[in-house]
């Protein structure tokens, strides 16, 4: 094939496109660009040339980790600064990510997390108490709402530590810290180094949040290695676990590390989803009609236990539907493997030329609504597509919403178990509605996705189970 060029939006010289984007919802001008540009695109950011790919066909390619490895650049790059070596910000082939992945893979593993079911019950029971008890015809924030319970969930299941997040009226201010954190990152990935080094005052702030967070993680540990217990949790994992390949631990510095990335990518994302689900349910009553029979025929007004959950197939199937139209890390990023041998020039399906360390940008939402997969009803919440059968049979890298390889979520099985369980429970003992009949979608973003403004109404249809 002949090389072709890479189409995008012309930019100014030296700071490209970072007056394209919309700086609250980045996501937008991307998806934009990819409808009037295609597939891929090009884009100047950060003073570099990002590739945005959006089809099935780029983006299976680029997941092939023998030619491309995970990129920490950008928005990622400045995580770093707050978390470091930690698992998400690890550089492909950081010594750190191999030593605490070895560690962890077994207490994030499907026996720990099933051990964990009841710290998880715990907390959903908090939220349908908290629900219970509204003012008859209150409002509901959703989203506020999940991030306390998720929040309170990692820490617990993952620290044994309880940030008790249902009996203040102000989130945790971690939360704070980190949202704000967040945002910046994304911020400062855009924009070029010497504009960062200029705006010391949103610096000053951006540090102060780094530093917040670097010392509830560090309070947290303290205390443990002060009150030692056997709980089979994450934070005991890292600091008794000796890698069995090279029999190193973690040092301290490198678990606090791993303390902030969990409750950054344990909470967000998991919070988001039950909203984006939430949602998806409320707009589509026959679904939310087919969860409701399921709970109920499954699990009736029995407190919800280990065995209900693997018997959910369609709640399931929503779950994955939801993930698909709403995955709340949008993209993930990639670069051709910094260590492999290349072919030269490195091309993109045979007709897009890479430089050695180019940037892509691999917009998995986007992607999930490529027709050539999902049909030409791709945009509509249909989770019968997303039941085991056809599920199995997606074409690979066509399902993203986890990343990619060995740099995939390493918390998908205790999200998925959370999110399952907290969807059982509010189904079980509530009715829900739209606050607002007409409430039509809008994003709120910032490392990850959720819905902006949206209230929704419960009504217990029993007394709590
Ligand atoms: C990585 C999504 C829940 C911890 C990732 C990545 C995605 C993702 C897309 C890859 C990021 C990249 O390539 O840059 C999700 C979604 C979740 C979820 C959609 C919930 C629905 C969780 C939970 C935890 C967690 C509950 C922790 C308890 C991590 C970690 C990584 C990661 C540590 C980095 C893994 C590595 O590179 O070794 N997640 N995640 N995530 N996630 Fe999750």
Redesign the pocket.
Known sequence: KPIKPIPGPPGLPIVGNIFDMDHVTPLKTLEAFADQYGPIYKLRLGGRDNLILSSHELIHEACDEKRFA?QVAGA?EEVRNGVGD???T?YPGEEN?GIA?RVLIPA?GPLTIRGMFDEMADLANQLALKWARLPTGASIDASDDFTRLTLDT?TLC?MGARFNSFYTQDQHPFVDAMVDFLIECGNRGRRLPAMNRIMTGTSEAYFKNIDLMKQVATDLLKERKDHPTDKKDLLNAMINGKDPQTGKGLSDETIVNNMI??LI???E??SG?LSFTMLNLLKNPRTYKLVQEEIDTVVGREPVNLEHLSKLPYTNAVIRET?RLS???TA??VRPHPTENHEDPILLNGQYKLEKDQSMILLVKKMHLDPKVYGEDAAEFKPERMLDEPFNKLPPDAWK????G???????P??WQ??LLVLAVLFQNFDFYLADTNYQLAIKQNLTIKPKDFYMKGRLRHGLT
Do not use: D, V
């Open positions: 995970k990622l930690g698992l998400f690890a990510w992945h994030f990692i993952a990335t969990f990518a344990g909470h994302t998991t989803t993930l995955s709340p890390i993930i990023s919403p986890f990343g990619n060995m740099r995939a979520c390493i918390g998908r205790f999200a959370e999110m």
